[in-house]
């Protein structure tokens, strides 16, 4: 498969002088920078990954919290109002 690539000339000329460098054509080049890239980005960790070590280490130990949520809330504000009533 043939691609057409534009390059701004900075990016050119750093191009040249590499492939140059390494004695490599500047096709056989941008291939092996992609191919590098590629197999970067097919490794990189996914979110839950990244997070994994963090899910559940702050556990309260009661599994229904978001089922209960309201119920919860309405406790917590009376209790907090029953506390402010005995000062």
């Known amino acids: 498969m043939a691609i057409s690539l534009r390059l701004d000339d900075k990016l050119s000329s750093r191009l040249v002088a590499l492939a140059k460098a390494k004695g490599m054509s500047?096709?056989?080049l941008i291939r092996k920078c992609l191919d590098e890239y590629l197999a970067g980005e097919e490794q990189k960790p996914t979110?839950?990954?990244?997070g994994r070590p963090l899910f559940g280490c702050f556990n309260s130990?009661?599994?229904?919290l978001s089922a209960r949520a309201k119920e919860?809330?309405?406790?917590r504000i009376r209790a907090k109002r029953?506390?402010?009533s005995r000062r």
């Open 26 to 28: 500047k096709s056989e």
């Open 82 to 84: 029953a506390n402010k």
């Open 47 to 50: 979110a839950w990954e990244l």
């Open 61 to 64: 130990g009661q599994g229904d």
């Open 72 to 75: 919860i809330a309405t406790e």
